[in-house]
């Protein structure tokens, strides 16, 4: 992508990362964290206001495990983000993300090919080390049931209100810098990823699951990050076999 700053005033061209607004918590995205093509403007310090609007071609609909299915129609996307950050103690925002799809009516009530999601996110730094945060997200049109009738999925899918959400709660202790060698950092959340999570972050915690997620990322030498992630859970689709487990390891060079 191509960008140009102005004061304030961002602007970014082409295909450029979509991380939603609370990217920032230890977990990664709720919402977002992927790629789209399109244009993304910024404006703001403390406050600051981000629109984007583009095409975005990644989103799979899932009902259980790793039953999925991508969309074949690459959806149109926008989105607005409102954050604060203090840049000491508290940060947080509201962010709204719209998408339309032809395929998208195989997971609403009425067939309709759109979708929108509602996002908020809240942090607060006790210290320099500790910092608690918490995110939820709302995709009101999707309905789980008319997505397993999409795929042929014959079991039970119970109540649809327990797919809309999605949520987690972090708590964080330092973290690591790729610059500063020695440095490293650690989190505890409990992430829950419904409809709300189309694009999440799910290095640990996957789609349509919910439970514990254990990090942590140690500099063993300037340049070079190692992290780890942990995730112990259930299906939010309840079978008899619902337990879900998973291990992530990276190592990361920057130069």
Do not use: C
Request: net charge neutral; hydrophobic share 30%.
């Amino acid at each position: 992508y191509v960008q140009g700053d102005y004061d304030k005033f961002q602007v970014r061209l082409g295909k450029m990362a979509l991380v939603s607004a609370e990217g920032y918590q230890a977990p990664g995205s709720l919402i977002f964290d992927d790629v789209f093509s399109g244009a993304q403007l910024t404006y703001g310090d403390k406050w600051s206001t981000t629109l984007e609007a583009g095409r975005l071609k990644d989103i799979s609909l899932q009902t259980h495990g790793n039953k999925l299915e991508k969309l074949e129609d690459t959806a149109n996307y926008q989105g607005i983000k409102v954050q604060y950050d203090d840049k000491n103690k508290w940060v947080g925002g509201v962010g709204y993300y719209h998408l339309s799809s032809s395929d998208l009516g195989k997971a609403t009530k009425d067939g309709k090919e759109k979708m929108g999601i509602w996002g908020v996110d809240l942090g607060y730094h006790f210290d320099k080390n500790s910092f608690l945060s918490g995110a939820y997200a709302y995709n009101s049109k999707f309905d789980m049931k008319a997505l397993a009738t999409s795929l042929n999925y014959s079991g039970d899918v119970g109540s649809n209100s327990k797919y809309k959400k999605s949520y987690q709660v972090t708590y964080a202790y330092k973290g690591a810098d790729e610059s500063d060698q020695g440095s490293w950092g650690a989190y505890l959340s409990y992430r829950y990823l419904g409809a709300g999570s189309l694009l999440a972050t799910q290095d640990g915690a996957i789609s349509m699951t919910k439970g514990i997620e254990l990090g942590t990322s140690y500099v063993p030498y300037k340049n070079v990050l190692l992290t780890a992630k942990y995730f112990n859970g259930k299906e939010l689709v309840e079978t008899g076999n619902d337990k879900v487990h998973k291990l992530y390891g990276s190592v990361e060079f920057f130069f």
